[in-house]
């Protein structure tokens, strides 16, 4: 039994050595997604927030509570992104502190799941609202909404703790950050990768698959059946088509955020974590490593399309936006009058 975990041992020991040789793909690929991601991220995300703190009504909706909570998650993930830039353009050399680069590893997975639960709250509010308006209106308020949503981030941030257990390691002589401290940790994070895929994602997503197909089951039956309807006004036949219109275009996009930025991290970071702790062949190692370098960047891109979604699927949104802008340009207008006529 000793020579078998020696073994195994010394597998994940050339496994970990054969994948770190292709680092320069990882910082090459890390680098210029997050200088593309960063400006975008913390621009959207700002801008988000601020359009939802100047008009107070927004406020006062159980949405607007969700999405800016997503906004605050975004944009404080963002802000770790400087550092994870000097990071790889260095090279691969941490040259912070050590409690900055277990903030920075604790701070990717609080954004991503943060983001995936208040996805899959906005959704369940969204089947309510939709196929139970009645119950909508008597159990969402958004002062219960922000209750949930501060369960959430108490919920993750406790979930997530283990990541800020390992920070700073040395390989190579040099400092390193984003890295397992030692292979033997591996199973470690192969455990905790399968509490998170359960808990974190596919629990989430069959609730956003089921909520999303109710609501549009609902919608085509109602389209169905409203007909030319006698004594049905055009302005209530109008108002329909578009609370049905905007329903599927945030079915549409939040299904296509979890596809396209959740998904593929998920099954690739689950297979080459089983590449690592099963002594899996170097070539095929290498290849899931550089897979999940891609589906990681596609991920951490998530926080530029959730502005996206309050803009194309909130019509007072945009709404609100177009009033905060007209409201500052007001303002400028102002001050630059009062200060002309200043004697």
């Known amino acids: 039994m000793g020579n078998v975990g020696n073994n195994s041992s010394v597998a994940r020991d050339l496994l970990v050595t054969c994948f770190h040789n292709d680092d320069a793909f990882k910082y090459r690929a890390y680098t210029v997604t997050y200088l593309l991601l960063f ?8 801008g988000a927030l601020a359009v939802f703190f100047l008009q107070g ?28 830039l000097a990071y790889y353009f260095r090279g691969g050399v941490w040259d912070f502190p050590d409690w900055l680069c277990r903030l920075c590893v604790f701070g990717f997975y609080v954004n991503l799941y943060t983001s995936i639960l208040f996805l899959t709250l906005l959704s369940v509010l969204r089947w309510l609202a939709v196929n139970h308006p009645l119950r909508h209106r008597t159990l969402v308020t958004p002062l219960r909404t922000l209750l949930v949503c501060l369960g959430v981030w108490v919920f993750v941030g406790v979930s997530s703790v283990p990541f800020l257990i390992g920070g700073v390691t040395y390989r190579a002589g040099l400092p390193r950050c984003f890295e397992p401290s030692s292979p033997s940790s591996w ?5 905790l990768n399968y509490v998170a895929l359960a808990l974190g994602f596919l629990l989430p997503f069959l ?31 109008r108002h329909r088509h578009v609370t049905r219109r905007r329903s599927v275009r945030l079915v549409a996009m939040v299904t296509a955020t979890f596809l396209i930025c959740f998904l593929p991290y998920h099954v690739i970071r689950s297979l080459h974590l089983h590449a690592v702790c099963g002594g899996w062949d170097c070539g095929v190692t290498v290849a899931l490593q550089r897979a999940v370098v891609v589906t990681l960047c596609l991920a951490a891109s998530n926080s530029v399309v959730n502005p996206l979604l309050y803009y194309y699927s909130t019509g007072a949104f945009r709404d609100n936006m177009r009033d905060a802008h007209s409201s500052l340009k007001r303002k400028g207008s102002m001050r630059r009058n009062t200060t002309r006529w200043t004697p």
């Open 207 to 237: 609730t956003i698959i089921v909520c999303y197909s109710r609501i549009v089951r609902h919608l085509m039956s109602r389209f169905d059946g409203d007909g030319d309807g006698g004594g049905r006004s055009i302005a209530a036949a």
């Open 187 to 191: 199973v470690t994070v192969l455990i």
């Open 39 to 46: 400006p975008i991220a913390i621009l959207c995300n700002i």
């Open 57 to 84: 009504n927004l406020r006062s909706s159980a949405p607007c509570v969700v999405m800016m909570n997503l906004a605050l998650s975004d944009g404080s993930f963002s802000l770790t992104l400087p550092l994870r």
